[in-house]
């Protein structure tokens, strides 16, 4: 049976991975990027370069995005020469990003309405697995779209789940998140207010470690507070990005988030501090030093 041809846009480090990947199981790609360089060694193994989202939208049966924003999502679907413009009947978008649920159901309804269909599909683990086709995916849309383009999500993910309409892969994606982050950052302060007080922090971590605190988020946290290895590989400006989204989530289901607002504020100002390419354990720094 003759194979998708999938346009993607979106090549930082788990695109670019995810599209080697496709391309070295027999798919022919059409690419986007604003880093040139990304997109010639995609092109150098195949790939075909567009040069609009229209373009590679009309010339794609299944579109992927991977990108940083819900506000650029939308910039690319909605631009006069945007993913809306051209894309076919009949046609996938796949949603690989972290973005608001909200938005994903109106682009949902406006693809609807140009007879394509639409999948959100937020990812787990790391770039490394996405090019080995590795990845845990959180899928949700219409299951007979899901189905549609389920064989190729098999071969970019070892764990590929549906979980529900369209928006409930985003909105898992977010409380998933949620509760990561804001455990890192209060095992983070933990560690600090222990440094402050003059307590130990490997014997800290020796003593929450036995009990049912322990998780690979503590380890995670042990290995910067108390090692100095930061080995994480999710950045404050993104968890800081995702909580934002996860407080305007909350805010559109009509409740509120004091523990959200709480990890934001101090993902905001660890950022305002000129942290935010570190890795969230390394926010213990910010803790570290921070003054009432």
Do not use: D, Y
């Given at each position: 049976m003759t194979k998708p041809v999938i346009?993607?846009?979106?090549?930082?480090?788990?695109?670019?991975?995810?599209v080697e990947n496709l391309q070295k199981r027999g798919y022919q790609l059409n690419v986007m990027d604003l880093n040139k360089e990304a997109v010639a060694t995609c092109v150098a193994r195949g790939a075909k370069e567009a040069s609009s989202a229209k373009e590679l939208a009309a010339a794609s049966d299944i579109v992927m995005l991977c990108l940083t924003t819900s506000a650029v999502v939308e910039k690319l679907i909605y631009a006069d020469d945007g993913i809306l413009a051209g894309i076919k009947e009949g046609a996938v978008l796949v949603d690989f990003g972290t973005s608001i649920p909200a938005s994903t159901r109106k682009i949902g309804e406006d693809l609807a309405a140009k007879g394509a269909g639409m999948i959100d599909a937020p990812l787990g683990r790391t770039p490394a697995h996405a090019k080995d086709g590795l990845l845990n995916i959180m899928a949700a849309g219409d299951i007979d779209t899901f189905n549609k383009v389920k064989p190729v999500l098999d071969e970019q993910g070892e764990n590929v789940f549906h979980l529900g309409a369209l928006g409930a892969g985003h909105t898992t994606k977010l409380v998933n998140n949620f509760m990561g982050m804001t455990t890192?950052?209060?095992?983070?302060?933990?560690?600090?207010?222990?440094d402050r007080a003059g307590v130990n922090r490997q014997q800290l971590f020796d003593i929450m470690s036995a009990g049912p605190s322990n998780s690979p988020f503590m380890q995670f946290c042990k290995n910067y507070a108390v090692d100095g290895v930061s080995d994480l590989g999710f950045s404050i400006a993104n968890a800081n990005k995702d909580l934002g989204y996860f407080l305007e989530m909350v805010k559109d289901l009509g409740t509120e988030s004091k523990i959200a607002e709480g990890s934001s504020a101090n993902l905001a100002a660890a950022l305002d501090a000129g942290l935010g390419n570190g890795n969230v354990p390394e926010i213990f720094d910010y803790f570290l030093k921070l003054e009432k």
């Open positions: 346009g993607f846009i979106g090549l930082g480090l788990m695109g670019g991975n995810m890192v950052v209060a095992m983070s302060q933990a560690f600090a207010v222990a």
